[in-house]
């Protein structure tokens, strides 16, 4: 239940942040402020999840890590730019895969499906307003909940064990990360990003050793898709009127 109210906390806060850059008054010049439609982006990512608990035996060696403790994973994230670009409220869905073992002949994998809501911040963006670069840093943190199913292999005793955790509750995870950006076209941006985070439970291995809780890392790549606005807007532009010089009189048409 606490989990659950504080996930409900996080998204009303976000809700209001988005409410507030709607009402924000029109700025001198003939434009409009960006209201709720404007400055989203949607990205696609794919790359690996890791794992690290008590069955997991390459947590200080990143090569091991990447190729025998780490499954295939993709993620979708869509972002509402605010304050002018320098902070982003994001919704993320993501799909990944794990695996690991120690040397005691126990085994495991297991894919997650988690949800999350995060905040971004463009740290460029925040030190220089109004700099022009295509290379964009990230640090983002957040909290969301995740499924798992996991399949552990036992191997002890001579003995053939395998058993199968299907959880059908959420549970609560929360993370941070950082990442980096490239904008190759004007609405297109190259991303590589990395994240630790940590699950509330130690069964995401279904090994419980010494009651530490779980964690995994999401390392990928993937391509930002900036969207100005998701509706055609004229604006706002300042009218003029034409006045004629004074002393003169209008012209008369000829008979």
């Known amino acids: 239940m606490k989990t659950r109210l504080k996930l409900g906390l996080l998204i009303v806060g976000m809700v ?46 990143i090569m091991e890590k990447l190729t025998k403790e780490s499954g295939p994973a993709f993620s979708g994230i869509l972002t ?30 297991a894919s997650i499906i988690e949800y999350n809501a995060h905040i971004r911040f463009h740290l460029i963006n925040l030190i220089s307003p109004n700099n022009r670069s295509k290379m964009g840093i990230d640090m983002y943190g957040g909290i969301g909940q995740f499924l798992f199913k996991t399949t552990q292999y036992d191997y002890r005793n ?18 941070f990360g950082a990442g980096l950006s490239y904008k190759a076209l004007r609405n297109i941006s190259v991303t590589i990003d990395m994240a630790m985070r940590q699950a509330r439970n130690d069964y995401l291995d279904d090994f419980v050793k010494n009651n530490n809780n779980d964690y995994y890392s999401y390392l990928n790549m993937g391509l930002t898709y900036h969207i100005d606005s998701f ?7 300042p009218t003029y009127t034409k006045s004629r010089p004074s002393g003169m009189l209008p012209m008369r048409r000829r008979r």
């Open 231 to 237: 509706k055609k807007s004229k604006g706002y532009r």
């Open 16 to 61: 209001g942040l988005l409410i507030s850059q709607t009402t924000e008054a029109q700025s001198w010049g003939g434009k409009r402020k960006p209201g709720l439609a404007d400055n989203w982006s949607i990205n696609l990512n794919a790359g690996l999840t890791s794992f690290f608990g008590d069955l997991s035996k390459f947590d200080s060696e």
């Open 80 to 109: 509402k730019e605010i304050f002018k670009s320098k902070l982003g409220v994001s919704g993320q869905l993501l799909y990944g895969t794990l695996k690991g073992e120690n040397n005691s002949k126990v085994s495991f994998e």
């Open 158 to 175: 001579n003995e053939n064990k395998i058993k199968i955790k299907d959880t059908g509750t959420p549970e609560f995870v929360y993370f």
